[in-house]
């Protein structure tokens, strides 16, 4: 074999492999990205289906329903204006209470149930994930009626 063969052999295969690798650590990477989504767009379709994503907002009050012979759990999310109901087996963070900020991450079913692989809560009273507080602030804003107001801690 010639050398200038033998070196154009070696480019393509490196250029084969690097493809391959990039391939790879894209597919990777596709398959591990979670997004966020409010109630409302849920309730619009802009969530994917069959697929993990995470929602937030609060959790609504009076809709916690806890199963005693099991570990499942299910709560109303609601960004004000929409509400998804979550189902969740497992156990919950000591911070995960009624009118508290919440984010799931898990999938919609077919039902329109949101079934929760992970549940976080916020970790204290001034902090909400940005993308949960900004859905709410949006949501707010659009469902509020002329001249009324709502009091939220920022």
Do not use: W
Not at 16 to 35: E, M, P, Y
Not at 114 to 121: D, K, Y
Not at 125 to 144: F, T, V, W
Request: aromatic share 6%.
């Amino acid at each position: 074999m010639k050398p200038r063969t033998r070196r154009a052999l070696a480019i393509t295969c490196g250029l084969a492999a690097l493809g391959i690798a990039t391939a790879l650590v894209l597919n990777a990477f596709n398959s591990n990205l979670v997004f966020f989504f409010s109630p409302s767009q849920v309730a619009a379709n802009e969530a994917p289906r069959g697929r993990n994503f995470r929602i937030g907002g609060l959790v609504e009050q009076g809709s916690l329903k806890r199963d005693p012979q099991s570990l499942t759990i299910q709560f109303v999310v609601t960004d004000m204006a929409k509400k998804i109901p979550v189902t969740y087996t497992g156990l919950m963070p000591d911070l995960f209470k009624e009118g508290k900020g919440v984010v799931a991450q898990g999938k919609l079913g077919d039902d329109g149930i949101f079934r929760a692989e992970q549940v976080l809560a916020k970790h204290d009273e001034n902090y909400m994930p940005p993308e949960a507080a900004a859905a709410l602030r949006d949501a707010q804003a659009g469902s509020l009626p002329k001249g009324s107001t709502l009091a939220t801690k920022p």
